[in-house]
């Protein structure tokens, strides 16, 4: 295992299908000296907005690879998106993101949930992919403070702004 179950914190919100871990990392772990920011509370990215995510697929798990497409839609009860893209075994988990209209930053949009295949025919047909909203992370991360000091249960999430916003502003 990467890190024993002893030196880390699982913050984990099951009705959102998002976690939090903390950890301090080995030696040999490699962390980015830049944080890829949030989208900022309330903002989501509408409709049409072309997204990334990236992930280990189980076809080729050694190999870090990239995926995109665009929002099809805001499920504002669940705090996530339908992108029209593809998700494969092995991408669950993996960060998805946006880049601001004006070529500039680059934002966390989300993480990749699951796949959800078309079945209107009976077969198998082209799905969406599922990506649950960064909303949640927002007060998750403000919560810790140590590994000794685990956080307490997560608080509700703010409901998406009614009119969608592109995010960052």
């Known amino acids: 295992a990467l890190v024993n179950a002893n030196e880390r914190v699982i913050y984990a919100d099951p009705n959102r299908d998002v976690a939090v871990i903390l950890f301090q990392p080995p030696a040999d772990f490699t962390i980015p000296a830049t944080e890829l920011p949030l989208i900022p509370t309330g903002n989501w990215a509408f409709p049409g907005v072309e997204v990334g995510w990236v992930g280990y697929p189980a076809v080729n798990p050694n190999s870090l690879c990239f995926f995109r497409g665009s ?89 998406p702004n009614q009119t969608p916003t592109l995010a960052p502003q």
């Not at 949009?109 to 990506?131: I, K, M």
């Open 71 to 159: 929002v099809s839609c805001i499920l504002e009860t669940h705090f996530a998106y339908l992108i029209d893209g593809v998700s494969i075994h092995g991408l669950s988990g993996g960060p998805s993101f946006i880049c601001d209209q004006n070529g500039g930053s680059v934002h966390l949009a989300g993480v990749v949930s699951a796949y959800l295949p078309n079945y209107t025919t009976g077969q198998p047909l082209p799905g969406v992919c599922r990506v649950q909203n960064v909303e949640p992370f927002h007060s998750m991360l403000q919560t810790f403070t140590s590994l000794e000091q685990p956080p307490p249960p997560p608080p509700p999430a703010v409901a």
